[in-house]
C-alpha cells in the first residue's frame, strides 16, 4: 500500500504465471470525467451524422473534430480551455543527457541570460551547487517512484542525480520552468543541439547487468508412453536454470526433458536447420510527440489535474496520485483528476511512458498550470522503443514427411536503460516462439537484456514481431532445403483447434491456419512467381514473392475491462469507457456496439475516464479469492494488446443489455400494459422501434421517456474479467424477477433522475479454469500474408508491389475500420523490414539529433495502394477479434522470405537494404 487515507494506493504486482503487463486497480483519489470536459469532442449543431444506422458508422464518431481541426489531441489544449483553471500558463523545458558513461556534472546554461530567457524555476534530482537561479530538487520528496523508472540495478530515477552516470542515453537530467511560451520558445532555440549544456564529467565504468527479471522459460515435451509435459499440463512454470523449489517443483524435469529435446535436435537422421536472426530497435513514430498540460490545485487536499493522451489512463493517473503518497512528502495529492484526449496515435509508445511522471511532478513544484509539448527531436530521444531482438533457435524436421519433431529458441531482446514492461515483451516473444506451428519438444528461454539505450518497451506486436520474423524465415529455410511449397510445409505443421500451445494450453478456438494457408497457394501472385520472375528477369528486375504465417494472440491472458451505458429522458445514448482511442477507431466501434441490445448508436461517449468506474466498488488486491463479491483478478488494463473488438466490446454490450432488461423493457411492459415477463425473449428493434408480436412498435425517445417518470434504471455500468473465458455470476436487478446471469464480474445501477450509482452484489459466481493462469495467451486471431518484391539494378533497394493479406478477424464489426487497421499494419511491417533503424546506444535517438530526414517510416511511394488486398475470412463467429498485431506480425518475414525468393541469398537480419543486397550479390 502506498500513501494513507483516500489517497491510498495498491500497487499490484506481476504474477509471473500470467505472462502480461501488470493489472490496473481501483483509484478512489481518481475524479470522475464530466460529459461536458473539453477533451472530449462534440458535434457542433448543424454538423453531419456520423452513425450510419444501427450497428453501422458513415464516418468516425471523431473525424469531424479532427478534420476540421478542432481542440483534441493534449497539444492543443492551453490553460485557458480548462474549467476552472488559472489563465496564466507556465512553460516547462526538459534536458537531457546524451552519455551515460559520464557522470552528470551540472548545467551550462549562460546562454539564458543572453537570450533572456532566465527559468523560474529548475527541477533536478539534487540541488546543483553555486546555481543562479530559484530550483527545487527532488531528494527531498521522497517521491514513489513506478515500477517503470528501475534501471538495470533496481534503482528507480526520474531525474539524474548530480555526480553519478545517467542510466541511458537521452534520461532525464533536469527541467526549465519558464514563465510563458515566449521566454520557453527563447530558451530552447538557445540551447537545443547546443553540446555542454549538460555538463558531463568523470567517466565511470558500466556495471555488468542480468536480464530484466522474471526472465522466460517455457519447455513442452510431447513423446508415446511419456506423460505430457508443459507448464499447464503440470500446474505450474518451470526454470531448468534453477534447483527445484516448493513454488516449482519440476525445474529438474524441465532440464531432463530440454536434454532430451537437444538430442532429438542433434539427431543425424533428421534435417537440422538453424541460425540466429535479428531485429532491429524501432521508434513508434506516432503523428502526435507527447505533450500535456497540468495543475495541482493546493486548495483542501490537492487535486492534481492532467491533460494527457496516454494509453495507460488508470496506470497514469495512478502512478501520478501514488508518486506523492510516500512517507515524508511534502507536496499534499489526494484527488488526481485525469482529462484524457485523443492520442495522436499510440502503438504501445504512451504505454507507461516516461512523459507524464516528468510533467506531474513539473506541476507539482510550478506556481500554476505548466505545459510541457515535445519536439520530434525530443520524442525521438525520449520516447519508447521497440525492443530490438537476436533470436537464436534451431528445429528437427522428418526430412520424409516435413513434419517439424523438436526446437529451441534462445531469445535475446535488447531492452533499454530502465525496465519498461521490458520483461514482459521478452516473456510474449517466448510465448510466440513455435508461431503457428505444432512442435511437441521444444523449448524457448527469452529474457529482456538492459543497455544505456533509449527506454523500450511496449510497442505494437509486444515481442511478437520479433520472434514471427525469427520462426518464419526458418521455416522457409526448412522449406528450401527439402524443396517443398513453403507454404504446403507450413500448413502441414500449423495448428489445429485442440492442439496446445507452447505453454500447454489448450486451443478451444477454431484454428484457421490451415485455411490461410490453402488460400495463400491458391492465390495468382503465389501460384504464378516463377513465371513472373521469369519475365521480371528479362526486363533486368530480380523478382521474388514470400510468404509468412502468424498467430498472434490478443488480449494478455488475464484482461479487467469496463464500460457504462446510459440513458436520458429523451433517448439520447452515452457510453463511458477507460479505454482511449489511438486512431484505431475504438471510440466508433464502441459507440455502435449499443445497437444490438437498444436500437440504436449511443450519440456521445467519454474515453478514458478513470475516475467513474469507482462506483463500480471493485477490490482487484492480489491474492484475493472469487469467493469475496467484490474482488476482481484485474481491474483495468490499458488500451494495448488489441483490447477493442473482443474485451471492450463485450462490456460495452453487456452494460447495453442490462439497460435493457432494467429500463428499456419493463418500460415497454408498462406502455403496452403487459408483464414484464411476457415480453422476455419475444422483443426486437426495427427501425428504432421496439416490437413485440401483437402490440404496437415503440420508438426509444418514448421508451426513454416512459423510464424516466417511473424511476427506471438509466444506468448500467459494468466490469468483466477475462482469463480463458469470462466471468460469470447472477445479480438481482430491479424489477423482482429472476435474477440475471451474465459473463460480467461487476455491475452498478444508476436510475433515473439519480446521480448516484448501487453496485449490485455479485451471487454465485462462476470463476475461470485455475489452469488458465498458466495459459499466457488463449484467443488468437491467425493471419497470412503474400508478398512480392522487385528489386532494380542499380539501387538493389527491395520494393513492395503486391500484398495479399488473410486475416481470422471473427464477426466483423465495422469493415473499413478493419480494412484501415490492416493497411497500417502492412505499412509498419514494410517500414520494420525494409526501411527503419536506430542505432540502440552511441549514435542512436537518445543524442537527442534524430527526425524524419534520418528515421525513414514508409511513405505512400512505398506502399502498393494499388496491389494491396486485406480479405477477412468469412466467419459466423458471434464477437470479432482483436486483429491490429496480427496484421503486423506475417508482414516483415514475408518481405524477408520475397527478398530470398528473389535473390537466392538469406537475410536474417532487418532491416534488408539494398546494401545489404549489393553485399550478398558482390
Given at each position: 500500500m502506498i500513501g494513507a487515507g483516500a489517497g491510498a494506493v495498491t500497487l499490484l504486482v506481476h504474477e509471473l504465471a500470467l505472462a502480461r503487463k501488470p493489472p490496473g486497480f481501483r483509484l478512489p483519489g481518481a475524479r470522475p470525467e464530466p460529459v461536458d470536459t473539453p477533451t472530449q469532442p462534440h458535434a457542433p449543431p448543424g454538423a453531419p451524422d456520423w452513425s450510419g444506422g444501427p450497428g453501422r458508422a458513415r464516418f468516425r464518431i471523431d473525424g469531424l473534430a479532427k478534420v476540421t481541426g478542432q481542440k483534441i489531441y493534449a497539444r492543443d489544449f492551453r490553460a485557458a480551455d480548462m474549467p476552472g483553471w488559472p489563465r496564466t500558463e507556465r512553460m516547462a523545458l526538459i534536458l537531457r543527457a546524451t552519455r551515460p558513461g559520464l557522470t552528470f556534472a551540472g548545467l551550462d546554461l549562460a546562454r539564458l541570460e543572453a537570450a533572456g530567457a532566465v527559468p523560474m524555476l529548475t527541477i533536478t534530482q539534487a540541488p546543483l551547487p553555486g546555481y543562479p537561479w530559484p530550483q527545487r530538487d527532488l531528494a527531498s520528496l521522497n517521491l514513489a517512484l513506478p515500477f517503470s523508472m528501475a534501471g538495470a540495478n533496481g534503482i528507480k530515477q526520474l531525474l539524474v542525480p548530480l555526480g553519478t552516470a545517467p542510466q541511458f542515453y537521452g534520461q532525464a537530467v533536469a527541467v526549465l520552468v519558464f514563465a510563458d511560451a515566449n521566454a520557453w520558445r527563447r530558451a530552447k532555440r538557445a540551447l537545443q543541439f547546443e553540446p555542454g549544456v549538460v555538463k558531463a564529467g568523470d567517466a565511470v565504468a558500466p556495471e555488468p547487468a542480468t536480464p530484466y527479471s522474471p526472465t522466460t522459460s517455457l519447455t513442452r515435451y510431447e513423446a508415446p508412453g511419456v506423460a505430457p509435459f508443459s507448464q499447464?499440463?503440470?500446474?505450474?512454470?518451470?526454470?531448468?536454470?534453477?534447483?527445484?523449489?516448493?513454488?516449482?517443483?519440476?525445474?529438474?524435469?524441465?532440464?531432463?526433458?530440454?536434454?532430451?529435446?537437444?538430442?532429438?535436435?542433434?539427431?543425424?537422421?533428421?534435417?537440422?536447420?538453424?541460425?540466429?536472426?535479428?531485429?532491429?530497435?524501432?521508434?513508434?513514430?506516432?503523428?502526435?510527440?507527447?505533450?500535456?498540460?497540468?495543475?495541482?490545485?493546493?486548495?483542501?487536499?490537492?487535486?492534481?489535474?492532467?491533460?494527457?493522451?496516454?494509453?495507460?489512463?488508470?496506470?497514469?493517473?495512478?502512478?501520478?496520485?501514488?508518486?506523492?503518497?510516500?512517507?515524508?512528502?511534502?507536496?499534499?495529492?489526494?484527488?488526481?483528476?485525469?482529462?484524457?484526449?485523443?492520442?495522436?496515435?499510440?502503438?504501445?509508445?504512451?504505454?507507461?511512458?516516461?512523459?507524464?511522471?516528468?510533467?506531474?511532478?513539473?506541476?507539482?513544484?510550478?506556481?500554476?498550470?505548466?505545459?510541457?509539448?515535445?519536439?520530434?527531436?525530443?520524442?525521438?530521444?525520449?520516447?519508447?522503443?521497440?525492443?530490438?531482438?537476436?533470436?537464436?533457435?534451431?528445429?528437427?524436421?522428418?526430412?520424409?514427411?516435413?513434419?517439424?519433431?523438436?526446437?529451441?529458441?534462445?531469445?535475446?531482446?535488447?531492452?533499454?536503460?530502465?525496465?519498461?514492461?521490458?520483461?514482459?515483451?521478452?516473456?510474449?516473444?517466448?510465448?510466440?516462439?513455435?508461431?503457428?506451428?505444432?512442435?511437441?519438444?521444444?523449448?524457448?528461454?527469452?529474457?529482456?537484456?538492459?543497455?544505456?539505450?533509449?527506454?523500450?518497451?511496449?510497442?505494437?506486436?509486444?515481442?511478437?514481431?520479433?520472434?514471427?520474423?525469427?520462426?518464419?524465415?526458418?521455416?522457409?529455410?526448412?522449406?528450401?532445403?527439402?524443396?517443398?511449397?513453403?507454404?504446403?510445409?507450413?500448413?502441414?505443421?500449423?495448428?489445429?483447434?485442440?492442439?496446445?500451445?507452447?505453454?500447454?494450453?489448450?486451443?478451444?478456438?477454431?484454428?484457421?491456419?490451415?485455411?490461410?494457408?490453402?488460400?495463400?497457394?491458391?492465390?495468382?501472385?503465389?501460384?504464378?512467381?516463377?513465371?513472373?520472375?521469369?519475365?521480371?528477369?528479362?526486363?533486368?528486375?530480380?523478382?521474388?514473392?514470400?510468404?509468412?504465417?502468424?498467430?498472434?494472440?490478443?488480449?494478455?491472458?488475464?484482461?479487467?475491462?469496463?464500460?457504462?451505458?446510459?440513458?436520458?429522458?429523451?433517448?439520447?445514448?452515452?457510453?463511458?469507457?477507460?479505454?482511449?482511442?489511438?486512431?484505431?477507431?475504438?471510440?466508433?466501434?464502441?459507440?455502435?456496439?449499443?445497437?444490438?441490445?437498444?436500437?440504436?448508436?449511443?450519440?456521445?461517449?467519454?474515453?478514458?475516464?478513470?475516475?467513474?468506474?469507482?462506483?463500480?466498488?471493485?477490490?482487484?488486491?492480489?491474492?484475493?479469492?472469487?469467493?469475496?463479491?467484490?474482488?476482481?483478478?484485474?481491474?483495468?488494463?490499458?488500451?494495448?494488446?488489441?483490447?477493442?473488438?473482443?474485451?471492450?466490446?463485450?462490456?460495452?454490450?453487456?452494460?447495453?443489455?442490462?439497460?435493457?432488461?432494467?429500463?428499456?423493457?419493463?418500460?415497454?411492459?408498462?406502455?403496452?400494459?403487459?408483464?414484464?415477463?411476457?415480453?422476455?425473449?419475444?422483443?426486437?428493434?426495427?427501425?428504432?422501434?421496439?416490437?413485440?408480436?401483437?402490440?404496437?412498435?415503440?420508438?426509444?425517445?418514448?421508451?426513454?421517456?416512459?423510464?424516466?417518470?417511473?424511476?427506471?434504471?438509466?444506468?448500467?455500468?459494468?466490469?468483466?474479467?477475462?482469463?480463458?473465458?469470462?466471468?460469470?455470476?447472477?445479480?438481482?436487478?430491479?424489477?423482482?424477477?429472476?435474477?440475471?446471469?451474465?459473463?460480467?464480474?461487476?455491475?452498478?445501477?444508476?436510475?433515473?433522475?439519480?446521480?448516484?450509482?448501487?453496485?449490485?452484489?455479485?451471487?454465485?459466481?462462476?470463476?475461470?479454469?485455475?489452469?488458465?493462469?498458466?495459459?499466457g495467451r488463449s484467443l488468437y486471431a491467425p493471419s497470412g500474408a503474400v508478398i512480392a518484391v522487385e528489386i532494380g539494378p542499380r539501387s538493389l533497394e527491395p520494393r513492395v508491389v503486391a500484398v495479399e493479406l488473410w486475416v481470422d478477424a471473427g464477426k466483423v464489426l465495422q469493415p473499413d475500420l478493419l480494412v484501415g487497421q490492416a493497411q497500417g499494419g502492412i505499412a509498419m511491417g514494410i517500414g520494420y523490414a525494409l526501411l527503419e533503424k536506430l542505432p540502440l546506444e552511441a549514435g542512436g535517438a537518445g543524442d537527442g539529433r534524430w527526425n524524419l530526414d534520418r528515421y525513414h517510416v514508409a511513405l505512400s511511394a512505398d506502399v502498393p495502394l494499388g496491389r494491396m488486398n486485406i480479405t477477412p475470412l468469412p466467419s459466423d463467429e458471434p464477437t470479432a477479434k482483436g486483429i491490429a498485431e496480427a496484421v503486423l506480425c506475417p508482414i516483415a518475414p514475408a518481405i524477408g522470405n520475397a527478398v530470398a525468393h528473389a535473390t537466392g541469398k538469406r537475410f536474417r537480419a532487418l532491416p534488408i537494404t539494398g546494401e545489404d543486397v549489393r553485399g550478398v550479390l558482390a
Open positions: 499447464v499440463q503440470v500446474g505450474c512454470e518451470s526454470d531448468p536454470h534453477a534447483p527445484d523449489s516448493p513454488s516449482e517443483p519440476y525445474n529438474s524435469t524441465a532440464k531432463a526433458l530440454r536434454e532430451r529435446i537437444d538430442a532429438r535436435l542433434a539427431d543425424p537422421a533428421l534435417l537440422r536447420l538453424g541460425g540466429t536472426y535479428a531485429t532491429q530497435v524501432l521508434d513508434p513514430m506516432f503523428m502526435e510527440p507527447e505533450a500535456g498540460l497540468a495543475w495541482l490545485d493546493r486548495r483542501g487536499e490537492g487535486t492534481l489535474s492532467l491533460v494527457l493522451g496516454t494509453q495507460a489512463t488508470n496506470g497514469d493517473a495512478g502512478d501520478s496520485l501514488a508518486m506523492f503518497g510516500g512517507s515524508g512528502c511534502p507536496i499534499q495529492v489526494r484527488t488526481v483528476a485525469l482529462h484524457s484526449c485523443y492520442p495522436g496515435g499510440g502503438f504501445g509508445g504512451r504505454d507507461v511512458s516516461t512523459f507524464p511522471p516528468l510533467l506531474a511532478v513539473t506541476a507539482a513544484l510550478a506556481d500554476g498550470p505548466v505545459r510541457i509539448a515535445q519536439d520530434r527531436y525530443e520524442q525521438f530521444q525520449s520516447g519508447l522503443k521497440q525492443l530490438g531482438s537476436a533470436i537464436t533457435q534451431q528445429i528437427a524436421v522428418d526430412p520424409k514427411t516435413g513434419r517439424f519433431e523438436a526446437f529451441s529458441s534462445h531469445q535475446t531482446l535488447a531492452a533499454g536503460g530502465q525496465n519498461n514492461y521490458s520483461q514482459f515483451v521478452a516473456m510474449l516473444a517466448g510465448y510466440c516462439g513455435l508461431s503457428g506451428y505444432d512442435i511437441r519438444q521444444a523449448w524457448v528461454d527469452a529474457a529482456a537484456q538492459p543497455s544505456t539505450g533509449v527506454v523500450a518497451g511496449s510497442m505494437r506486436g509486444f515481442g511478437g514481431p520479433q520472434a514471427s520474423f525469427a520462426v518464419e524465415t526458418l521455416v522457409d529455410e526448412v522449406a528450401v532445403a527439402l524443396k517443398r511449397d513453403p507454404i504446403e510445409l507450413r500448413e502441414a505443421n500449423a495448428l489445429r483447434e485442440g492442439d496446445r500451445t507452447i505453454t500447454g494450453a489448450p486451443l478451444a478456438q477454431a484454428m484457421r491456419l490451415r485455411e490461410i494457408c490453402r488460400l495463400a497457394r491458391a492465390h495468382p501472385l503465389w501460384r504464378d512467381r516463377e513465371a513472373v520472375k521469369a519475365r521480371k528477369a528479362r526486363e533486368g528486375i530480380r523478382y521474388g514473392v514470400g510468404f509468412a504465417l502468424a498467430n498472434q494472440a490478443y488480449g494478455t491472458g488475464t484482461d479487467g475491462v469496463m464500460a457504462e451505458v446510459s440513458m436520458d429522458a429523451a433517448g439520447r445514448l452515452a457510453v463511458r469507457t477507460n479505454c482511449v482511442d489511438m486512431g484505431n477507431g475504438s471510440a466508433t466501434t464502441l459507440a455502435i456496439s449499443t445497437a444490438g441490445w437498444l436500437g440504436r448508436n449511443a450519440h456521445d461517449i467519454v474515453m478514458g475516464d478513470v475516475g467513474s468506474f469507482n462506483a463500480l466498488d471493485l477490490d482487484a488486491t492480489p491474492g484475493g479469492s472469487w469467493s469475496d463479491p467484490r474482488w476482481t483478478a484485474s481491474f483495468s488494463m490499458s488500451s494495448s494488446a488489441c483490447l477493442t473488438a473482443f474485451h471492450q466490446v463485450h462490456v460495452t454490450e453487456q452494460a447495453a443489455r442490462v439497460l435493457f432488461e432494467t429500463g428499456v423493457l419493463p418500460a415497454a411492459a408498462a406502455l403496452w400494459g403487459v408483464p414484464v415477463a411476457q415480453l422476455s425473449g419475444r422483443t426486437r428493434w426495427d427501425a428504432g422501434r421496439l416490437v413485440a408480436p401483437g402490440l404496437t412498435p415503440l420508438p426509444l425517445p418514448a421508451l426513454a421517456a416512459r423510464a424516466h417518470e417511473a424511476g427506471l434504471v438509466a444506468g448500467a455500468m459494468v466490469h468483466g474479467l477475462y482469463q480463458g473465458a469470462w466471468v460469470s455470476a447472477s445479480y438481482a436487478v430491479p424489477g423482482g424477477g429472476a435474477p440475471l446471469l451474465l459473463p460480467i464480474d461487476g455491475l452498478s445501477l444508476r436510475t433515473a433522475g439519480r446521480t448516484a450509482w448501487a453496485p449490485v452484489t455479485r451471487q454465485d459466481v462462476i470463476p475461470p479454469d485455475p489452469a488458465a493462469k498458466l495459459y
